[in-house]
C-alpha cells in the first residue's frame, strides 16, 4: 500500500519560514520523482514544485521561485519543501504527489501517480 505522508505545516508570519516534509512508503521511492502542490480555499490545485528522481533537476512554480526549495534524500525515502520569506498568498493546504517516470517535469495534477493526504500552511499578515 502506498502511503506519502506530509508533515511539517503550521501557521507562521509572514516573512517566516517552514519545512514542509513527505515521507513515503510501499513504492521504490529513489524511481520516482516527486512534487509539491498547493491549494487555497475555493482555488485549483496549484503547482508548486517538482523534483526529478536523482535530485539533480529541480522545477518551480514562478510564484516561489527564489523562497522556495525543493530536496529529496532517497536513504530515508523523503522529499522535502523549505519555504522562506512566506506572504499571505502562501496559505493553503500543501500536498506531495509521486510521479512514476522520475524525471519531475510534470506540473499537472493528472499525470501524478500518487497523493498524500496534506499539511495546511497558513500566513499570518
Known amino acids: 500500500q502506498v502511503q506519502l505522508v506530509e508533515s511539517g505545516g503550521g501557521l507562521v508570519q509572514a516573512g517566516g519560514s517552514l519545512r514542509l516534509s513527505c515521507a513515503a512508503s510501499g513504492i521504490t521511492f529513489s524511481q520516482y520523482a516527486m512534487g509539491w502542490f498547493r491549494q487555497a480555499p475555493g482555488k485549483a490545485y496549484e503547482f508548486v514544485a517538482a523534483i526529478s528522481w536523482s535530485g539533480r533537476d529541480t522545477y518551480y512554480a514562478a510564484s516561489v521561485k527564489g523562497r522556495f526549495t525543493i530536496s529529496r534524500d532517497n536513504a530515508k525515502n523523503t522529499v522535502y519543501l523549505q519555504m522562506n520569506s512566506l506572504k499571505a498568498e502562501d496559505t493553503a493546504l500543501y500536498y506531495c504527489?509521486?510521479?512514476?517516470?522520475?524525471?519531475?517535469?510534470?506540473?499537472?495534477?493528472?499525470?501524478?501517480?500518487?497523493w498524500g493526504q496534506g499539511t495546511q500552511v497558513t500566513v499570518s499578515t
Open positions: 504527489a509521486a510521479d512514476s517516470t522520475g524525471w519531475g517535469t510534470k506540473r499537472s495534477r493528472a499525470e501524478y501517480n500518487y
